[in-house]
């Protein structure tokens, strides 16, 4: 038997090494709601619901739905031409964008790249799927791509177009979700700016949400629903509070920061109620800021944190500079939280 030949590595240790940011922060935040409002009283005909009902469930109130003809990519422009405004950039100086959505309706191409094109930009582009939590999932990887050097200036988005994917006369469902985008530019800092990310996954219990059915499966089926998302609504209400309070708190741990250094908690806009029941979890001071978009935008997934952050800056509810909680969960089932600096 002939041996094996033995080579000897040539170029060990020779890669240069890359050169990244002592520390990376968000530079500005962008939101896009769509023009229609929809209140309640348009949802409960068909789930022979009402008002007062949802309201009680979920808090929500009214939430915005997109044209038909309005894209999620439509959407995120919107959001980061508003981010990139507020970060004081020219958008030539972006040079990746990381997209977090489940609602862009074509397998390839991802939407990122299209947005890139729209923003008229030739650079990095990729979109992430993690549901709830794909926006806290992307400011990680934004924040790593400039302190390791991959990136100065990253563009994250996150956007959907639940409209597209909801039964509405599913009781369970059907009052939850709206559309839009958030947006946030990651950048880089002389400090830390965004806090490790505590992160991780169960898919054990991927059924609690999910679409009904794979593409493959309705492929040639005549008279099969649409594959909407359904939901377990009990299962999560108990993972939510009983499993994300933990996870915030060991962010909060992994940044080295006490509830009382916080200005604000901004958690995914599932429920009024799951906030509620994290807050008593956690036991945050009562001065701190809570994020309660969910009354007028309804769960918008991965643009729901985003879309909260803009709101309280907005609004002048939070300082800019102050630091931020937020945590993201859902689908998969998939959660990340991490501390972070407002811009």
């Keep these: 038997m002939k041996r094996p030949r033995i080579f000897s590595p040539k170029g060990t240790g020779k890669i240069k090494r890359a050169t990244g940011s002592p520390g990376s922060r968000i530079l500005?935040?962008?939101?896009?709601?769509?023009?229609?409002?929809?209140?309640?009283?348009?949802?409960?005909?068909?789930?022979?619901?009402?008002?007062?009902?949802i309201q009680e469930r979920s808090g929500i109130v009214e939430r915005r739905f997109a044209r038909p003809d309005e894209t999620v990519v439509d959407m995120s422009y919107a959001a980061a031409k508003d981010a990139i405004a507020m970060a004081g950039l020219d958008q030539s100086e972006i040079d990746a964008i990381i997209m977090a959505t489940v609602t862009h309706p074509y397998q390839t191409p991802a939407a990122a790249p299209l947005l890139a094109d729209r923003l008229d930009l030739r650079c990095a582009a990729f979109d992430i799927s993690a549901a709830c939590a794909g926006y806290c999932h992307a400011v990680s990887l934004a924040?790593?791509?400039?302190?390791?050097?991959?990136?100065?200036?990253?563009?994250?988005?996150?956007?959907?177009?639940?409209?597209?994917?909801?039964?509405?006369?599913?009781?369970?469902?059907?009052?939850?979700?709206?559309?839009?985008?958030?947006?946030?530019?990651?950048?880089?800092s002389d400090h830390t700016g965004i806090g490790a990310t505590v992160w991780g996954s169960e898919g054990d219990s991927w059924s609690t949400i999910q679409q009904r059915e794979s593409w493959v499966e309705l492929r040639?089926?005549?008279?099969?629903?649409?594959?909407?998302?359904?939901?377990?609504?009990?299962?999560?209400?108990?993972?939510?509070?009983?499993?994300?309070?933990?996870?915030?708190?060991?962010?909060?741990?992994a940044a080295g920061v006490k509830p009382s250094d916080l200005d604000a908690f901004i958690p995914h806009q599932a429920n009024m109620r799951i906030i509620d029941a994290m807050l008593k979890q956690l036991k945050l001071p009562k001065d701190i800021v809570v994020a309660r978009d969910i009354a007028?935008?309804?769960?918008?997934?991965?643009?729901?944190?985003?879309?909260?952050?803009?709101?309280?800056?907005?609004?002048?509810?939070?300082?800019?500079?102050?630091?931020?909680l937020q945590i993201g969960f859902g689908a998969g089932l998939v959660y990340a939280a991490q501390v972070v600096e407002l811009p």
């Design 28 to 53: 500005g935040v962008g939101g896009y709601r769509p023009e229609r409002v929809v209140p309640n009283s348009e949802i409960v005909e068909a789930i022979q619901s009402s008002d007062a009902w």
């Design 143 to 188: 924040s790593d791509m400039v302190r390791g050097g991959s990136a100065t200036n990253v563009l994250v988005v996150g956007v959907e177009k639940l409209t597209d994917f909801t039964d509405f006369t599913d009781r369970s469902t059907a009052f939850i979700f709206g559309d839009g985008a958030g947006a946030a530019v990651i950048g880089r």
């Design 296 to 324: 007028t935008t309804a769960n918008t997934s991965a643009a729901s944190i985003p879309l909260a952050t803009e709101r309280l800056l907005r609004e002048g509810l939070v300082p800019h500079g102050g630091l931020a």
């Design 220 to 253: 040639g089926r005549e008279g099969v629903a649409w594959p909407a998302i359904k939901m377990e609504g009990h299962k999560v209400f108990r993972w939510a509070v009983w499993g994300m309070a933990p996870v915030a708190q060991r962010a909060m741990e």
